[in-house]
């Protein structure tokens, strides 16, 4: 691969790739801020400036302050380059860091902060704002201009999901161009020039596309906001952890923002990766993490409709172990879901296998509108590691289930997870048997029609690993802990078939994986 | 190796010291004159430093951190955004805030922001002063020359919002010794869309 000199080090590239591109892939950051990896070129905010050291150099007439003559001589400066723009060359020498970038880039700062309110206070991107940063990095001289700075439109009302301030915007279009580039939607323009420039909606529409929470992912300042994170919180108080959207069978990396003081999920951020997603999510995958603490099982509980009652989860387990012994093993209905993880459904599948239960099921969400960008049109993260763990058996959808409880093929059933196309009126057929235990970590259509039901572990909360619908495999990690006493899916029914006087073969998670790849190889 | 020797004389004591008498009528000569003196003469003889605590107060010095307050626009609205700098800085972790935005029909929607609750805990609070420090509106302050009223219920130590705006600074009033020009207020030149450029 050919190489070029940057501040020094050598850094290989490809041919065709920017200085820019080339170091961001090494690990070094050229200070940017129009600059995205995964979108077009706009070279207009003028961070990234750089002296291209080597070969002719290009020279700019400066006047120079002569302090012996008293008056401005004639000079000359060295023309610096937009370091995102010229490809990069065989031997080529750049510095980012000497005399006269500093200066340069110290300037653009300066020209950027001129007119900025500095509401640091009453912006939600304070902490994780490159002006912030770059102020500190690159400028540290006070204001110099003391007259009152331009005002322009605040908190202007995007669409359902963005508020825009175009006091703090810097105009990198960075927006624009996601909408373009990502969303393949021309909503968003800039209008006027100079001091008088600002982004504008489409003029009779609103920002309301599927990926328009991408704006504000990309914007480097707090111009563009998002309605739903705004005011929620302050992002130095959050941390991070590494998940899995669970919205669709992309499966789009994602970091889990949480607050540890309260282990509250504020929002999630797509996580990079070149395979699955680049940068991006759509706003339906980043508003899943609302589903975490809303409508959560705490408690085991026995009993349907007004009879429902909570009981100690020892007690719950008894009771499971106790309705699923009375039931035959060629009756019993194992029911996988596609919304836990391929362990917890693997550890399900032991179980059947252990009971002499055939019969799995698959229950599922109905799905939702898919596009070409990102979206699956399956809504559900892992219908494939479901498969997998069944190590490729059929699995039928729980409107078969349905059809064989009101044959009488079905007596009792074993179901994961609270995610069904079904309402409740359609699982009718469920509440005349006597056995249907629910393990769950949300109330909803299947729990309810269960007569036990017992908590576990939210996706949030578990060290589990998805397949997408492309069949990648993609584990995370727990971002927060459970509520007391609930434990991942695959623990709670290693505690079942201990009720069942049943061995899985598996003590932990580890033991559990190992039976994972001979799954996966008897589905292949 | 001989070690030297220095032979301290102990004090001795006077034939007057001796007879003990004497001594004892004159420390009790000294003692009664300074109860006569500070109880019945006249105030700017008295030599006593003791005040009569709660009749009588002593000034606290001017940069004495008493209690907080929250200071206030001139609308009565509170300047605290809500932006949690305060709560960062606080090593006692006794600062409580939930930020909330004002409606779009409120006129004070320029402000933006401003915390629905802001409770501190005046029991753990340890009066460092950090959270004026962090403050970047100038919205807590601890002038008010006040130190925590004593009170027989920790709830009474617990103060809101409405109790720390109803506190005065020093000078009796509420607002701030550094106004700031706010997007919010009447005479700031901010524009929308609808008034244009």
Request: hydrophobic share 35%.
């Amino acid at each position: 691969m050919p190489k070029f000199t940057l501040d020094g080090k050598e850094i290989a590239f490809e041919a065709g790739e920017t200085v820019m591109e080339a170091a961001w892939r090494e690990g070094i950051e050229i200070p940017h801020y129009c600059w995205h990896p995964g979108l077009s070129i706009a070279a207009n905010c003028r961070m990234c400036l750089v002296h291209v050291e080597s070969g002719r150099q290009m020279a700019m007439p400066q006047l120079v302050f002569d302090a012996d003559k008293g008056e401005y001589v004639p000079a000359t400066k060295p023309r610096l380059q937009p370091a995102c723009q010229p490809a990069a060359a065989e031997d080529m020498g750049v510095s980012s860091t000497n005399e006269e970038v500093k200066t340069a880039q110290a300037s653009v700062q300066e020209f950027l902060l001129l007119n900025h309110p500095v509401d640091c206070p009453i912006c939600d991107q304070a902490g994780e704002c490159k002006l912030q940063d770059y102020y500190y990095e690159h400028q540290g001289t006070l204001k110099r201009k003391l007259t009152e700075p331009v005002h322009k439109p605040k908190g202007v009302r995007f669409g359902p999901t963005i508020v825009y301030d175009a006091e703090r915007c810097i105009m990198c279009t960075r927006c624009i161009r996601v909408c373009d580039e990502v969303a393949k939607d021309h909503v968003l323009d800039m209008r006027e020039r100079g001091n008088r420039n600002e982004i504008i909606v489409a003029p009779g529409r609103e920002l309301d596309h599927k990926y328009t929470l991408m704006t504000e992912h990309v914007c480097p300042v707090g111009a563009l906001t998002s309605q739903d994170f705004r005011f929620k919180a302050r992002v130095w108080f959050l941390k991070s952890g590494q998940g899995v959207c669970t919205g669709c069978a992309t499966g789009c990396n994602t970091h889990v923002d949480y607050d540890p003081r309260n282990g509250k999920v504020y929002r999630l951020r797509p996580r990079d990766n070149a395979d699955v997603n680049q940068f991006w999510m759509c706003d339906d995958g980043m508003m899943t993490y609302t589903r975490h603490d809303t409508d959560r099982l705490l408690m085991s509980t026995t009993g349907r409709g007004e009879e429902r009652s909570p009981v100690a989860e020892e007690e719950a387990l008894a009771l499971a172990a106790e309705k699923l012994t009375a039931v035959d093993a060629s009756k019993l209905a194992v029911v996988l879901s596609a919304q836990h993880t391929t362990e917890d459904n693997l550890a399900l599948v032991k179980l059947a296998g252990a009971l002499g239960a055939d019969r799995l099921y698959l229950a599922a969400l109905g799905g939702w509108e898919g596009d070409d960008i990102l979206r699956s049109e399956d809504n559900n993260p892992n219908r494939s590691g479901a498969k997998q763990a069944a190590s490729g058996a059929s699995l039928k959808p729980v409107g078969e289930l349905l059809a064989d409880v009101q044959a009488g093929a079905v007596q009792g059933v074993l179901a994961l997870g609270w995610a069904t196309a079904e309402t409740l009126e359609e699982l009718a057929p469920l509440l005349a048997l006597d056995g249907v235990v629910s393990l769950t970590s949300h109330v909803g259509a299947l729990p309810a029609a269960a007569s036990v039901a017992i908590p576990v572990a939210d996706t949030f909360e578990v060290d589990g690993s998805f397949v997408n619908a492309k069949g990648l495999t993609q584990a995370f990690q727990p971002a927060l802990c459970p509520p007391d006493g609930v434990e991942p899916a695959w623990a709670t029914i290693s505690e079942l078939a201990a009720k069942l006087g049943k061995d899985l073969g598996f003590k932990d998670l580890q033991g559990l994986r190992e039976g994972l790849v001979d799954a996966v190889e008897a589905a292949q | 190796m001989t070690v030297e020797v220095k032979v301290i004389k102990k004090p001795g004591r006077t034939l007057a010291e001796q007879a003990y008498v004497p001594e004892i009528a004159k420390g009790l000569g000294f003692a009664m004159g300074r109860f006569f003196k500070n109880t019945f003469g006249p105030q700017a003889k008295k030599e006593i430093d003791t005040v009569k605590y709660p009749e009588e107060k002593v000034e606290y010095p001017e940069r004495f951190r008493g209690i907080h307050r929250l200071t206030q626009r001139s609308d009565g609205s509170p300047r605290c955004v809500a932006c949690l700098c305060c709560s960062t800085a606080c090593p006692a972790q006794c600062i409580h805030i939930e930020p909330a935005e004002y409606e779009p029909d409120d006129p004070r929607h320029g402000y933006e922001r401003y915390p629905s609750v802001f409770v501190i805990d005046e029991l753990r609070c340890i009066f460092c002063g950090y959270c004026v420090e962090a403050c970047p509106c100038d919205a807590i302050r601890m002038d008010t020359g006040m130190h925590m009223p004593p009170s027989t219920s920790r709830d009474h130590f617990i103060y809101d919002k409405e109790t720390l705006l109803s506190i005065p600074g020093r000078d009796g009033t509420y607002l701030t010794a550094n106004p700031r020009h706010e997007p919010g207020d009447d005479t700031h030149p901010g524009i929308d869309r609808e008034r244009g450029h």
